[in-house]
Structure formats: structure tokens, C-alpha cells
């Protein structure tokens, strides 16, 4: 006797991340979640990953930046992410290919 198409495995327990992420791998998923009632996710208080670097800038410049986050009354290293950021999206449009 054939299993009717809407009945769904259940998900076995985990030890462990890495456990989860091999049998997921390995498995297919429509076999144990119906996605026709998937809906999605919203994560308000997730924060994006950050990496500390290290970088040298010039002192005059980053005196620059200081005055000109003082003036915003943004830390200066927040400024310096959201100029980064909006020089990177200036890039990335110009270089986008015209479809």
C-alpha cells in the first residue's frame, strides 16, 4: 500500500547542529514539510554578522571624519561604515550589466 501523497515523515531530534546539517544534505525536504503552507519569516532583532579589521587611515583624515561624525552626533566609525556603504552601492550600480 502506496503512502498518500500529503502525509508527511516526521523530523528526527538532533544531537547537534552538525548532525542536523548532514541529514539535511542528505534528505529532501518535501518529505517532511508541506511548503504550499510555508509563510515568511520576519527576524526583527537580527543583527547582521560584523568582522572587526584592522585599518590605517591618515590622521588628518581620520580627524576629518571625527569633526564630521561629531557634527552628525554618529560615532565616527558608524559614519565611516555608512559612507563605506554608500560608495559601495554607487559602485555596484555602475558596474551593474544593462539587461
Known amino acids: 500500500m502506496s503512502k498518500r501523497k500529503s502525509e508527511k515523515k516526521s ?3 538532533f544531537a547537534s ?3 542536523e546539517r548532514e541529514f539535511w544534505a542528505t534528505h529532501d525536504s518535501t518529505d517532511y514539510v508541506d511548503w ?3 509563510s515568511p519569516a520576519i527576524f526583527p532583532s537580527l543583527k547582521p554578522t560584523t568582522r572587526a579589521i584592522s585599518l590605517r587611515l ?3 583624515m581620520l580627524n576629518q571624519l571625527r569633526v564630521l561624525a561629531h557634527q552628525r552626533d554618529v560615532p565616527y566609525q558608524s559614519l565611516l561604515k555608512m559612507f563605506l556603504k554608500e560608495r559601495i552601492d554607487e559602485e555596484i550600480k555602475k558596474t551593474k550589466p544593462i539587461a
Do not use: C, V
Request: net charge negative; aromatic share 0%; charged share 50%.
Open 17 to 19: 547542529e552538525e548532525e
Open 58 to 60: 591618515p590622521e588628518t
Open 36 to 38: 504550499s503552507k510555508a
Open 11 to 13: 523530523i528526527p531530534k
